[in-house]
């Protein structure tokens, strides 16, 4: 399978059919509130694109600019970015299969290992979508759920069969 491109095209937009695993989709980043996308080359849009393209340095610096001393956890503030799809940082790196970008949201910044998209879809999935044994591994060993039902009622392991991880 082809890693996701960022951003995809228009057709990204539409549903697989029900027996077929979702396919990673980053989209344009939208706020985390949800309704009003980001402004091209917001703070949130940065740390979303440097997550896909595996550059923690980049992911680094974006959650320190994040961190305004507002008494929130830093994690939680860096896990709530997220695209208009509800995709987040820890769902693009690991369905991009960057190991470090993953190790720095999850024993670091301590983001939810079991956050989901607007289709029910967690980091594990994309990891498993994107066929990457040794990501899928990583995220079971930090305790990802693989019992979580996505919004099609179907867990990980159904798409792990399908893909053969």
Same mark, same amino acid.
């Given at each position: 399978?082809?890693?996701?491109?960022?951003?995809?095209?228009?057709?990204?937009?539409?549903?697989?059919?029900?027996?077929?695993?979702?396919?990673?989709?980053?989209?344009?980043?939208?706020?985390?509130?949800?309704?009003?996308?980001?402004?091209?080359?917001?703070?949130?849009?940065?740390?979303?694109?440097?997550?896909?393209?595996?550059?923690?340095?980049?992911?680094?610096?974006?959650?320190?600019?994040?961190?305004?001393?507002?008494?929130?956890?830093?994690?939680?503030?860096?896990?709530?970015?997220?695209?208009?799809?509800?995709?987040?940082?820890?769902?693009?790196?690991?369905?991009?299969?960057?190991?470090?970008?993953?190790?720095?949201?999850?024993?670091?910044?301590?983001?939810?290992?079991?956050?989901?998209?607007?289709?029910?879809?967690?980091?594990?999935?994309?990891?498993?979508?994107?066929?990457?044994?040794?990501?899928?591994?990583?995220?079971?060993?930090?305790?990802?759920? #693989?019992?979580?039902?996505?919004?099609?009622?179907? #867990?990980?392991?159904?798409?792990?069969?399908?893909?053969?991880?």
């Amino acid at each position: 399978m082809a890693p996701p491109r960022f951003p995809p095209s228009s057709s990204a937009a539409r549903l697989p059919p029900r027996s077929t695993p979702p396919e990673p989709r980053p989209s344009p980043p939208a706020a985390a509130a949800g309704a009003a996308a980001l402004a091209p080359g917001s703070l949130e849009e940065v740390l979303l694109q440097a997550a896909f393209d595996g550059n923690l340095r980049l992911v680094r610096k974006m959650a320190r600019v994040l961190d305004e001393g507002d008494g929130r956890r830093l994690g939680d503030k860096v896990g709530a970015v997220k695209d208009s799809n509800g995709v987040r940082a820890l769902h693009l790196a690991a369905g991009r299969g960057s190991l470090p970008v993953c190790g720095y949201l999850l024993e670091e910044l301590r983001v939810d290992i079991d956050a989901v998209e607007d289709r029910g879809e967690t980091a594990l999935t994309f990891a498993i979508n994107s066929g990457n044994a040794d990501m899928v591994r990583y995220l079971l060993d930090h305790g990802a759920d #693989t019992e979580k039902l996505n919004n099609d009622g179907l #867990t990980v392991l159904h798409f792990a069969s399908g893909e053969g991880v």
